[in-house]
């Protein structure tokens, strides 16, 4: 069976910092991208970063760049997602998703990701 657990959001203040964690079970982890996306009440879900499978290519929102970073540990088969100068518009639900294929063009289309971890609630307060 497939499994994405996220983990590691929490309340912080504007400007700090949290680390995200994907682990994953159930597949072949090394076979898959793994994106983390984004979700604020009354808005769409939206794509913040991802890792490709094997070469490590990373992608991220251009809201994010600079201040976030993704990374995976293949043998933990878990992905993170580093957040840094963390300010209230990042507040949301994030989730970690796998996909079979990633672009530079495709990363961030919610609807090619197959399997999706639980969320994890992001605050921050200003």
């Known amino acids: 069976e497939v ?3 996220d983990s590691g959001g929490g309340l912080v203040q504007a400007g700090g910092s949290l680390r995200l964690s994907c682990a994953a079970s159930g597949f072949t982890f090394d076979d898959y991208a793994i994106g983390w996306f984004r ?4 808005k769409e879900r939206e794509g913040v970063s991802c890792i490709s499978r094997r070469d490590g290519m990373t992608y991220y929102a ?5 201040r976030f970073t993704i990374s ?15 300010n209230p ?8 998703a796998t996909t079979s294929f990633v672009s530079e063009h ?8 197959d399997y999706w971890g639980q969320g994890t609630q ?3 307060s200003s």
């Not at 251009?62 to 600079?66: E, Q, T, Y």
């Not at 995976?72 to 963390?86: G, I, P, Q």
């Not at 495709?106 to 990701?113: A, G, L, N, P, T």
Request: charged share 25%; glycine share 4%; net charge negative.
């Open 3 to 5: 499994q994405l657990v």
């Open 39 to 42: 979700q604020a009440p009354g």
């Open 62 to 66: 251009d809201s994010v760049k600079g």
């Open 72 to 86: 995976r540990d293949d043998a933990k088969n878990t992905v993170y997602l580093k957040m840094n100068s963390l």
């Open 89 to 96: 518009e990042d507040t949301a639900v994030y989730y970690c």
């Open 106 to 113: 495709s990363w961030s289309e919610h609807w090619k990701y």
């Open 122 to 124: 992001v605050t921050v």
